[in-house]
């Protein structure tokens, strides 16, 4: 099987006035053809940043400073220039994001911005742009797609914004597609809609997918497989049921932890992560998770955990993840234990 | 005694805050340019007739002479000095500036303060009037008020004022309204000092900086309307000589030697380029976030 | 529907009522100050016959009272009438509208250059922060941000007329009569208006363009694939123009202002010109009503900017149904 999309020693730093600030350290990973692959971390872990770099489409003084990002083709999207970087964003991956108001040109009317999209990839007259235009709106659930590819931006609800910007993002037939938190804008119920959308699309059209989000409960429904990123490195990956089952990492186990179950008790305490994350400027020695780690013993201070594999697919960067593995060590962070 | 108690931390941050300025602008080369250039200007006009002699004294076996060791600016045709007579009208051109400047200080301070001081409503008005000054061409409203007060080296630096107080008042109110929300302004109140105090005692000084920086553009656009007012014959009048006179009456003889029209000119930007650019950088430097840059 | 109606008739009637407040003050300010214009006149102020001077100022109908001739001012504004010229045997609109052909030549060629001038050298300066054609652009901008225009004017005059004798300094010739000559003659001062006009242009579009090129839906253009030249001259300039639409009643109100300077410089009889001899002889008659008819184009551009602006951000477009 060859992989949708490769990464292999990201790293990217912002370039201040002092030296470099590494963000995302050394993130390694691959997807496979129609993979739906979930990338979650708290906000400031580095997995927006990674989405990004998979477009090129960080923006100065934030950059790639090492690593190769490879397509199913060979490119290597890290190493183009970036006029060549055109025929590959839209055409081999194209990108969903967060707020879908600002997303989209205000004062360009939906239907020119999904045509443009067209256009810059495939020689079509304006009318074959328009018929494809009003099925594409057809086909993520626009409404009256005719009347509704004369509109404005404004004129739509934020969900079926949303849905303008995935018509857009699959306007031009991409294999892989990075999803930026494409549900944090909506509201609950359009949410869900929108993740399932996404889904349907996913699988009739054997979609790439990586959803970067901070919400397990949307990860757990969309993804296969998933990789947990603190402070810019990853720090446990693994198919889906056996993370939320058996996480490797004390970190990931907090995020589940934290998750609002509807069974748990309403009268137990919310547990949560203590503490903070560190900034990238000042990562503790040893483990970056040691300062929050219920776990964390002499051993995390003097040497970080590599990100190791375990078995079956499973890896994490965790001096304690053979032994969690095998089950031999008690979890810390029951889902009563919320002390802060 | 509990006032002096109070309020001694806040002015000594506010002292603190007025010397990381001064050492901010001084890594910032134009600033440190602009800074110099606009000393010598003062300087020059100050000691404009021991450098070069009297701007009146007539040379008549020296008419429209090159520069020279004797003349170094050369002479014009009449056969003063040029170097004397464009120091002179420097020093007439700067006082109508600095004049025009401190008529807009005072009348936009106040303008401004009380805006921010006063109720929203009276505030509001207040500020809709400048904008409303701010809308008509100034050049035009100087016309109206040359017409009406008439031409002089004094009217001038009036009018240049009023006609850039507005501007004043707009950054006079925002620099207070900034140290209002201050704490050490509820400190002060707190304890009980009187609000004029409070005023001249602590907001002034630090909004100071911020007026500084609008004076210095104040001054540099005074300098354009004397210079723009004068050649159009309607600012100083001869035989009062400014740069802008002296630009009027070399530009008339512009055939006969173009020297007489470039050596005001020159002056006249050199000098309204150092005003704004040292206004402009210590307003850069005031802003932190232009600092990041 | 019943909105934009009511929208423009607010605009319109802000706008009359900002001329009407104009006019006031124009015609208050010409007379709280002690001095008669017909003295000027009549040659100073001494040895002037006592009769001739009130036949004079009957003539002219300053024997009145203030209220008496500024309401007989506006009534004669309505009917197209200005009123009598203090010094020439002229009516005021027979002056304006002598004058009034070689001032739109020069501020509509003006403007257009300052257009064709700044929006480039914004692009360059913005898109390409660091590249040498940028920092050009930007010392160019502050030097003519520094520079009042009759400066620039009398550079080009140096330079191009005295030293190198490429165009005539001064003159005039109706473009009807020569229109080569014509253009000739008005080539030095529109460039000079027209770079008046671009300097502020620069600074606000290049502070707008940056801003706009770091949205969001910047992102989004690119993300699709559009080449740069596509994402700058199809999303970003357009976005970044509207904003700066605000500004067009103030670069207007920088044309009438510069006229005046760059029409003296260049001995260009327009309005400019007129105004300054009006000022000069103190002949408030034609000065009043060519300050109001200054206002009257400034607020009439703020009124057009204000339709504009609804017609060009969908945002603002009046009476369409807001989710």
């Known amino acids: 099987m060859t992989a949708a999309l490769t990464v292999t020693g990201l790293t990217i730093e912002v370039v201040g006035r002092d030296a470099p600030l590494q963000l995302v350290r050394d993130v390694s990973f691959q997807l496979g053809a129609g993979e739906r692959l979930g990338l979650v971390g708290e906000s400031g872990s580095g997995k927006s940043l990674t989405a990004l770099a998979v477009m090129r489409l960080l923006q100065a003084p934030v950059r790639i400073s090492s690593g190769q990002i490879t397509l199913s083709d060979g490119t290597d999207v890290a190493a183009l220039?970036?006029?060549?970087?055109?025929?590959?964003?839209?055409r081999r991956a194209a990108m969903v994001y967060q707020d879908p108001l600002s997303a989209l040109n205000p004062v360009r009317r939906v239907g020119d911005q999904i045509a443009e999209a067209i256009h810059a990839h495939e020689d079509v007259t304006a009318a074959v742009a328009r018929r494809r235009v009003v099925e594409l709106l057809r086909e993520v659930g626009v409404p009256d797609p005719e009347r509704r590819a004369d509109q404005y931006p404004h004129e739509f609800s934020g969900g079926m914004r949303q849905r303008v910007v995935i018509a857009m993002a699959l306007s031009a037939g991409p294999e892989l597609l990075v999803a930026d938190e494409p549900t944090t804008a909506l509201d609950v119920t359009t949410q869900a809609r929108i993740l399932e959308l996404l889904l349907r699309l996913a699988e009739q059209r054997g979609l790439a997918v990586i959803l970067i989000t901070h919400d397990l409960g949307v990860a757990a429904r969309f993804c296969d497989r998933l990789q947990v990123m603190y402070a810019g490195r990853l720090v446990e990956t693994g198919p889906l049921a056996d993370l939320y089952r058996n996480p490797l990492h004390p970190y990931s186990e907090g995020l589940l932890a934290s998750v609002c179950r509807l069974d748990a008790d309403p009268a137990a305490p919310m547990p949560a992560l203590a503490g903070q994350p560190p900034s990238a400027g000042q990562l503790p020695a040893g483990c970056s998770f040691r300062p929050r780690c219920a776990y964390a013993y002499e051993r995390c201070e003097r040497e970080r955990p590599p990100l190791t594999e375990i078995a079956g697919g499973r890896a994490a960067a965790c001096h304690l993840a053979p032994e969690r593995s095998a089950g031999t060590v008690a979890p810390a962070l029951a889902p009563t234990g919320g002390d802060r | 005694m509990s006032a002096t108690v109070a309020t001694g931390p806040a002015l000594e941050t506010a002292a603190a805050g007025r010397v990381g300025i001064v050492r901010r602008l001084s890594r910032r080369p134009a600033a440190v340019v602009s800074a110099v250039t606009i000393a010598v200007l003062l300087l020059l006009s100050l000691l404009a007739t021991?450098?070069?002699?009297?701007?009146?004294?007539?040379?008549?076996?020296?008419?429209l002479a090159s520069p020279s060791g004797a003349h170094w600016l050369g002479t014009d045709d009449l056969g003063r000095d040029v170097l004397a007579r464009t120091l002179a009208g420097g020093r007439l051109t700067l006082l109508v500036a600095f004049g025009a400047m401190a008529v807009s200080m005072a009348v936009g301070t106040l303008w401004g303060f009380v805006a921010a001081a006063a109720g929203r409503a009276v505030g509001e008005g207040l500020m809709r009037a400048a904008d409303a000054c701010l809308a008509i061409p100034p050049i035009l409203l100087a016309l109206i008020l040359v017409a009406a007060f008439g031409a002089s080296s004094w009217t001038l630096a009036l009018i240049s004022g009023l006609l850039l107080a507005p501007q004043t008042a707009r950054i006079a109110r925002s620099a207070l309204l900034t140290e209002l929300r201050s704490d050490y302004r509820l400190a002060a109140r707190a304890v009980g000092v009187s609000p004029l105090r409070t005023v001249f005692g602590e907001l002034l000084p630090n909004a100071s900086p911020a007026l500084i920086a609008q004076a210095s553009l104040t001054v540099a656009w005074a300098i354009g309307i004397e210079a723009s007012l004068s050649f159009l014959g309607l600012g100083v009048q001869p035989p009062e000589a400014s740069w802008g006179t002296l630009l009027q009456e070399g530009y008339a003889g512009l055939y006969r030697s173009v020297w007489l029209t470039v050596v005001p000119g020159v002056a006249i930007f050199v000098a309204i380029l150092a005003f704004n650019t040292f206004g402009s950088q210590l307003q850069q430097a005031l802003d932190p976030r232009q600092e990041e840059r | 529907m019943n909105g934009l109606r009511g929208y423009v008739l607010r605009r319109l009637g802000a706008g009359v009522l900002l001329l009407a407040l104009a006019s006031l003050l124009t015609f208050a300010l010409l007379r709280v100050v002690p001095g008669d214009p017909t003295i000027t006149k009549l040659g100073g102020a001494r040895n002037i016959d006592p009769a001739a001077l009130a036949e004079l100022r009957h003539e002219l109908g300053l024997d009145r009272s203030v209220v008496a001739q500024y309401?007989?001012?506006?009534?004669?504004?309505?009917?197209?009438?200005?009123?009598?010229?203090y010094f020439s045997q002229y009516a005021v609109t027979t002056l304006i509208g002598q004058r009034v052909v070689p001032t739109l030549e020069l501020a509509g060629l003006a403007f257009v250059v300052g257009l064709v001038l700044a929006v480039p050298a914004a692009l360059v300066s913005a898109t390409r922060p660091r590249s040498i054609a940028a920092r050009l652009v930007n010392a160019a901008t502050a030097a003519l941000m520094a520079a009042p225009p009759f400066l620039v004017g009398i550079a080009f005059v140096v330079v191009l007329s005295v030293q190198a004798g490429l165009l005539p300094a001064r003159g005039y010739v109706p473009f009807v009569e020569d229109p080569l000559e014509n253009l000739r003659l008005v080539a030095m001062p529109a460039l000079t208006l027209g770079l008046a006009v671009a300097a502020p242009l620069v600074v606000l579009l290049r502070a707008s363009l940056g801003e706009t090129l770091r949205a969001p839906f910047i992102r989004t253009a690119t993300g699709k694939g559009l080449q740069r030249r596509r994402v700058v001259l199809g999303h970003a300039l357009p976005n970044a123009l509207i904003p700066s639409l605000t500004y067009l009643g103030v670069t207007v109100g920088y044309l009438l202002g510069g006229v005046v300077v760059v029409e003296y410089v260049f001995g260009w009889p327009g309005l400019g010109s007129l105004v300054v001899d009006a000022v000069l002889k103190r002949?408030?008659?034609?000065?009043?009503?060519?300050?109001?008819?200054?206002v009257a184009i400034f607020v009439f551009?703020?009124?057009?900017?204000?339709?504009?602006?609804?017609?060009?951000?969908?945002?603002?477009?009046?009476g369409e149904g807001q989710p």
């Open chain 1, 81 to 90: 220039e970036e006029r060549e970087l055109a025929a590959i964003r839209g």
């Open chain 3, 283 to 294: 002949d408030y008659a034609v000065l009043q009503s060519v300050v109001l008819l200054a």
């Open chain 3, 71 to 85: 309401l007989s001012w506006v009534g004669g504004l309505l009917q197209g009438d200005l009123g009598q010229s």
């Open chain 2, 50 to 63: 021991p450098i070069a002699g009297s701007p009146t004294a007539i040379d008549t076996r020296e008419i």
């Open chain 3, 301 to 318: 551009v703020t009124f057009v900017t204000d339709l504009l602006y609804g017609v060009l951000d969908p945002r603002l477009r009046v």
